[in-house]
């Protein structure tokens, strides 16, 4: 049997950098194994087919998340915000930022736990489903964002360095309505290595 997709307009999954099980008890090996597989795979699968015959065919991730609206904006952005939201989790993270990046927050923010804050309290008033982003903005400040649904800050000028997802997916198996306190053990598996190289990324 062939397929119709040719290999040059496919976008291929990115498998988990760890196992499934290996963020407990914070994640589950259901719930990672059900938003990885299922639902950021399918939105790639989506993603493959919308983008056949447009102009955004072959085009980088990111050109389409910029400049795309609709249907493939929104498959192409939740591929993009999954793979950066998996990314910056880990089994054996650094819990806290360190060198410019520490700066940066006490800087911006007044304290790392003064971020947490902010970010707890932006994850617990998105209405639906959304993102919750810490950004650098084009003068260099950062900033925590909320996006709903498939939203991402490059559409903004902005460079992301932290996603965390607060679609009802992410956390309903293993927390059901308690979104708060999904992201309260969240904190416990965001490996801040990750987010510093992002942000000393030019
Ligand atoms: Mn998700």
């Not at 969240?186 to 490996?191: K, S, T, V």
């Amino acid at each position: 049997m062939t397929t119709a997709t040719t290999a040059a307009t496919e976008f291929r999954p990115k498998e988990l950098p760890y196992a499934y099980d290996a963020l407990e008890p914070q994640l589950s090996e259901e719930t990672l194994r059900y938003h990885h597989d299922k639902h950021y795979k399918g939105y790639v699968a989506k993603l493959n087919e919308l983008v056949v015959d447009t102009p955004f065919a072959q085009r980088p991730l990111e050109e389409i998340i910029v400049s795309a609206d609709g249907p493939l904006f929104n498959n192409a952005a939740q591929a993009w915000n999954h793979e950066f939201y998996f990314a910056a989790l880990s089994p054996a993270p650094s819990n806290r930022p360190e060198g410019r990046l520490a700066e940066a927050i006490d800087r911006d923010f007044g304290s790392f736990d003064q971020l947490k804050a902010q970010m707890d309290k932006a994850c617990a008033s998105l209405f639906g489903s959304g993102w919750v982003w810490l950004v650098e903005d084009k003068s260099g400040k950062l900033a925590v964002m909320s996006e709903q649904n498939a939203g991402n800050p490059l559409r903004y000028g902005m460079k992301p360095l932290l996603a965390i997802d607060v679609w009802e997916h992410a956390y309903y198996i293993d927390y059901r309505n308690r979104r708060a306190d999904s992201i309260a053990a969240l904190w416990d598996r965001i490996d801040w290595k990750t987010v510093a190289k992002r942000y000393e990324k030019r």
